[in-house]
């Protein structure tokens, strides 16, 4: 004969395995909800896509380690977008948009950037051999570390970009031309000539960003050879 302790625990189970099913049910309820709901956010995943971003002022576009050899993409805007290790190798980009956009270690050997805005983007250790920068912008840009040998930079504008100390010496042996959107000098941007503000680069290594022993001369340069002079 089952006394009154027992009888209550047996109620007590069952009020539990009856709570267990509600809020089971409940759960199922909210899921299937939810669920409900994804195209919508959907929808919305594929509008920031076609409109380069959130509110339209990024970039969806993810491109890293991408194959785009001899790609074709001219006035496109690729604002914020991801081209880190991207193998754009004579791929042409003339007239596109790459503001905030990320193409370190890329390879864009003889790339087309003609008239290409390039500004505020991060183009650390990123090869550009031969690339066609004609006319481009590429104001604020972090070039340190890139190789631009051979690179065409008429009409470029690259204002307080940060370059390495040596590749700028080797750009300002040819630099010409003036940006026909800033209306800058290449070689007034580039710090080339006896401007002091630019006279060291701005190299990523700590161990070569000290301005050298030498200085450059106030009317131009003392030594033809290296573009430096002795400090006065």
């Not at 809020?23 to 709901?37: I, K, N, Q, R, W």
């Not at 971003?53 to 496109?76: C, M, P, W, Y």
């Not at 470029?156 to 959107?181: E, H, M, R, W």
Request: hydrophobic share 35%; aromatic share 8%; net charge neutral.
């Amino acid at each position: 004969m089952e006394d009154c302790y027992t009888t209550r625990y047996k109620v007590d189970v069952s009020k539990s395995k009856n709570w267990r099913t509600i809020v089971s049910t409940a759960l199922a309820a909210a899921v299937v909800s939810f669920s409900s709901g994804l195209p919508a956010v959907a929808d919305l995943n594929k509008y920031e896509a076609e409109t380069r971003g959130e509110f339209g002022i990024g970039s969806a576009a993810q491109f890293g380690s991408a194959d785009l050899r001899k790609a074709v993409h001219v006035n496109e805007n690729f604002r914020r977008a991801n081209f880190t290790a991207a193998d754009m190798r004579e791929s042409d980009f003339s007239g596109s948009t790459f503001n905030g956009a990320y193409l370190e270690k890329a390879v864009a050997y003889r790339a087309n950037f003609t008239g290409a805005d390039l500004s505020d983007t991060l183009m650390d250790r990123m090869v550009l051999n031969e690339a066609n920068l004609t006319n481009a912008v590429l104001v604020r840009t972090v070039l340190t570390r890139s190789d631009l040998g051979g690179a065409i930079i008429e009409g470029a504008d690259f204002s307080d970009a940060v370059l390495d100390l040596p590749q700028k010496q080797a750009l300002c042996k040819y630099a010409n031309g003036t940006n026909p959107i800033t209306g800058v000098s290449t070689r007034k941007s580039l710090g080339c000539g006896n401007s002091r503000r630019n006279a060291y680069g701005s190299p990523s290594s700590p161990l070569i960003s000290a301005p050298p022993q030498k200085l450059l001369d106030r009317d131009g340069f003392c030594d033809e050879r290296t573009g430096l002079c002795d400090a006065k």
